[in-house]
């Protein structure tokens, strides 16, 4: 992680195995994600590792907050995950997506890819 006004390197994060895809900030908690098909939740005040969120058969490309303070991540396995505290991931394909993010979201879920086949 980068001090953003002066560019200096302030931590190193080291859970992931392969490159970091994305980072997100979500509630008051860092999530990165990678290629090594896991997400991994930080706590920014002393950048200790919370928990590794791992259910993913692909590398997982993004991470985003829902409005309940559940988290969503997208994998290139084609599934989004809808994860909770302590719960075990609710995996979603297609037009299930969206309904699994929750009625009254101001989110939308769009495919990652177009699978044939």
Not at 71 to 98: C, F, I, M, N, Y
Request: with cysteine; glycine share 8%; hydrophobic share 45%.
């Amino acid at each position: 992680m980068f001090d953003l006004a002066t560019w200096s390197l302030e931590h190193t994060l080291t859970a992931h195995s392969g490159p970091i895809l994305s980072v997100a900030l979500v509630g008051d908690k860092v999530i990165t994600t990678g290629a090594d098909m896991s997400a991994a939740e930080w706590d920014p005040a002393t950048w200790t590792l919370s928990r590794v969120l791992r259910d993913h058969y692909g590398a997982v490309c993004a991470v985003t907050a829902l409005d309940d303070g559940r988290v969503l991540t997208a994998s290139l396995d084609g599934k989004l995950k809808v994860w909770v505290a302590h719960e075990a991931p609710k995996s979603v394909r297609g037009p299930a997506a969206a309904e699994a993010a929750g009625a009254g979201t101001t989110r939308r879920s769009l495919p990652l890819a177009n699978r044939r086949g």
